[in-house]
């Protein structure tokens, strides 16, 4: 099946249609996404925090696609995903103190910053190494279905993962079980500095979910509502036990790859500022626009609302307290073993009393 047969293969429903009612919303959610995101280079810039991983540039792709999933379902990132967080429900408080790893991350300062976990939110932790994600979300497809459970799970990753080991595991084992998996892939034309061309011949990403058998679709990843229709088919195709489907959102990052990148040593300014004419933001906001549900005076207050909700967040984190030192002993065991409940105590008697918090 090609990708282009792909937009058949399910049969559409009203319900895949974004929803009318919640576009204000989604653009109020996609300006907070786009204020962070610049704050959070600030603040790395600052010394402030150690690091980030931007997703200018790609939020109609990760708004479109969190919308269009159940609560339920599992969702496997790879590192640029704190968008889909927020929409599941996880708090901006608790994304800003996982960044600064204070007392409020729920990660209690264990992993790099940007690298969020929201059990509640069924968000599993962020995926440095390239690809495990992949065949992770697949597993718990297959646990999910031999409990019967009528959910999906998703894989973020970029256009350099599909040349992952871990792509072809995961994406053949998918086919050939039929795992209610939805495969993600956010192309934005380059892996850091490797350009698309050097990574596949493919003529599309979408097109290799032929050789496993299952549809690939392409998608305007600037297109909140077409990405948001490409999730829900894929998640009803995945629900209903027709299997696995791979959809390649089109995308470009504005920003670095990291914190830790210099983008202008790989990619002219040209290219950059041509993406820029296809904003998201944008987009969304002219669509906004013209159907009346916005004015120019609405979107500034929105803009204004959304740095002073970040601000209270940073504000916060920085007065917060720092993870305690006790907090050493925690998660490994459901209870302490006797021989780690004496270094606990022997410890504790060396920390400042408040310090002592797990
Ligand atoms: C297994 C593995 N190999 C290499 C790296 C180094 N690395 C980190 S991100 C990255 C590029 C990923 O590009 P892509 O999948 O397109 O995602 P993007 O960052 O563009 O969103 C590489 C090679 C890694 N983290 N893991
Ligand atoms: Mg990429």
Redesign the pocket.
């Known amino acids: 099946m090609t990708a282009q047969e792909v937009a058949t293969a399910v049969p559409p429903e009203a319900s895949d249609s974004f929803p009318a009612d919640r576009r204000l919303e989604a653009y109020r959610t996609m300006v907070l996404a786009r204020s962070l995101d610049d704050r959070c280079i600030a603040l790395q810039r600052q010394g402030r925090i150690g690091f980030y991983?931007p997703h200018a540039g790609q939020e109609a792709a990760l708004l479109g696609s969190a919308y269009a999933l159940a609560p339920d379902d599992w969702v496997f990132p790879?590192?640029?995903e704190l968008v889909v967080a927020l929409v599941r429900g996880a708090s901006l408080q608790s994304v800003v103190d996982q960044l600064f790893a204070d007392s409020g991350d729920l990660t209690k300062g264990r992993q790099m910053p940007n690298h969020f976990a929201f059990r509640a939110q069924h968000f599993v932790s962020a995926s440095?190494?390239?690809?495990?994600q992949i065949p992770q979300a697949v597993g718990a497809a297959m646990a999910a279905r031999s409990r019967q459970a009528p959910i999906a799970t998703i894989a973020y990753?970029?256009?350099?993962?599909?040349s992952?080991n871990d792509f072809h595991a995961g994406m053949n084992f998918a086919g050939v079980f039929r795992a209610p998996t939805i495969f993600f892939c956010?192309?934005?034309g380059?892996?850091?500095s490797?350009p698309r061309d050097r990574?596949t011949r493919s003529p599309t990403l979408a097109g290799k979910a032929d050789a496993y058998g299952f549809p690939g679709v392409v998608v305007d990843g600037n297109d909140v509502g077409a990405v948001y229709t490409a999730v829900r088919r894929a998640r009803r195709r995945a629900v209903a036990g027709e299997g696995p489907t791979l959809i390649e959102a089109q995308v470009y990052?504005f920003g670095p790859?990291?914190t830790s990148d210099d983008p202008r040593r790989y990619r002219a300014d040209s290219e950059v500022e041509s993406a820029r004419l296809r904003d998201p933001v944008h987009r969304l906001k002219t669509e906004l626009l013209s159907a009346h549900l916005l004015d120019e005076a609405g979107d500034a207050k929105i803009w204004e609302e959304a740095r002073g909700t970040i601000q209270g967040a940073v504000t916060a984190a920085e007065a917060a307290a720092p993870v305690g030192p006790l907090s050493f002993f925690d998660d490994v065991y459901a209870s302490l073993t006797p021989r780690l409940a004496e270094e606990r105590a022997g410890a504790a008697a060396q920390v400042p009393a408040e310090a002592r918090r797990p």
């Open positions: 991983a790879a590192y640029r440095s190494p390239i690809g495990t990753f970029g256009d350099g993962a599909t992952s956010q192309n934005n380059w892996a850091i490797l990574q990052r790859h990291s």
